[in-house]
């Protein structure tokens, strides 16, 4: 019989952020170019929008 014995050590246990990091405000450059894109976005939606043409003398 041995005198000693080894142990096998696990490794320590990874955890995770305990908690999710919070998002970073946007800066001002990045919410400058967002409101181009969405006014930009607009503006081809109303272009591409056919108007309706409608004859001002109603039928009799």
Same mark, same amino acid.
């Given at each position: 019989m041995p005198a000693f014995?080894?142990?096998k *050590?696990?490794?320590p246990v990874?955890?995770?952020p305990?908690?999710?990091e919070p998002e970073?405000?946007?800066g001002v450059l990045y919410q400058m170019i967002d409101r181009f894109a969405e006014r930009r976005a607009r503006r *081809?939606?109303?272009e591409k929008r056919v108007p *309706?043409?409608?004859d001002d003398k109603?039928?009799?």
């Open positions: 014995t080894f142990e *050590i696990s490794p990874r955890r995770g305990s908690s999710p970073k405000p946007r *081809i939606l109303r *309706i043409s409608r109603q039928a009799e």
